[in-house]
């Protein structure tokens, strides 16, 4: 994985988590789904299991009024985390 796809797996992500709704989020969501579904095999097990985390924690984000900072703020490290190990590859 390179930084461009890096940066376009981000903008998915970041856009599903700051959707209103979980119905507005729907394109985003399942673009995000098929790019990261398209990674399996491609980048390690264990940052592909942490990007399906983040997925999963950016979909509650979106489906929820109550409590909602908080998955947003739980997807984000959550993203953080995975980004760090992806950019560690980048370096190497």
């Given at each position: 994985m390179n930084s461009e796809q890096l940066n376009a797996l981000k903008q998915l992500v970041y856009g599903v988590i700051n959707s209103p709704t979980k119905k507005e989020a729907q394109s985003e969501l399942k673009r995000l789904e098929h790019k990261i579904y398209s990674l399996?095999?491609?980048?390690?097990?264990?940052?592909?299991?942490?990007?399906?985390?983040?997925?999963?924690?950016?979909k509650q984000?979106?489906?929820?009024?109550?409590?909602?900072?908080?998955?947003?703020?739980?997807?984000?490290?959550?993203?953080?985390?995975?980004?760090?190990?992806?950019?560690?590859?980048?370096?190497?």
């Amino acid at each position: 994985m390179n930084s461009e796809q890096l940066n376009a797996l981000k903008q998915l992500v970041y856009g599903v988590i700051n959707s209103p709704t979980k119905k507005e989020a729907q394109s985003e969501l399942k673009r995000l789904e098929h790019k990261i579904y398209s990674l399996n095999g491609e980048i390690r097990a264990n940052q592909y299991n942490k990007l399906v985390e983040t997925m999963n924690y950016s979909k509650q984000a979106s489906a929820q009024s109550q409590d909602k900072e908080h998955w947003i703020s739980i997807a984000k490290q959550s993203w953080t985390f995975f980004e760090s190990l992806i950019k560690n590859d980048i370096e190497d």
